[in-house]
């Protein structure tokens, strides 16, 4: 599987972002995807997840009731929509994906997207 995450930039604090992350090789039908964050100096992060049936998600507290994570399956796509971006949402995003059939708050993935920079100015 391949990833390719698009959709960061430069927002103001209290803006709106979605990330992309478009998947190839593979239909994203059956893998739970997910997305990550390392902020400078930081280590990666998990922001969100979405089990492999489409239905169940899992997020961080850090962005619970401002982040959304869905996919488009006809795209094979998913995103990740933020709201109400805070200075310390700035980082660069990460989209990732499993085959393995672990629960929905593990974290390890086994296909990485390159990154998406999102800075959120105050």
């Known amino acids: 599987v391949q990833l390719q995450a698009s959709g960061g930039g430069l927002v103001q604090a209290g803006g709106s972002l979605r990330l992309s992350c478009a998947a190839s090789?593979?239909?994203?039908?059956?893998?739970?995807v997910g997305w990550f964050r390392q902020a400078p100096g930081k280590e990666r992060e998990f922001v969100a997840a979405l089990g492999w049936s489409g239905s169940i998600t899992n997020y961080a507290d850090s962005v619970k009731g401002r982040g959304t994570i869905s996919r488009d399956i006809t795209k094979n796509t998913l995103y990740l929509q933020m709201n109400s971006l805070k200075s310390e949402d700035t980082a660069v995003y990460y989209c990732?994906?499993?085959?393995?059939?672990?629960?929905?708050?593990?974290?390890?993935?086994?296909?990485w997207g390159q990154g998406t920079q999102v800075t959120v100015s105050s």
């Open positions: 990732a994906a499993r085959t393995r059939s672990t629960p929905i708050t593990s974290y390890k993935y086994d296909y």
């Open positions: 090789g593979r239909t994203i039908i059956g893998l739970t």
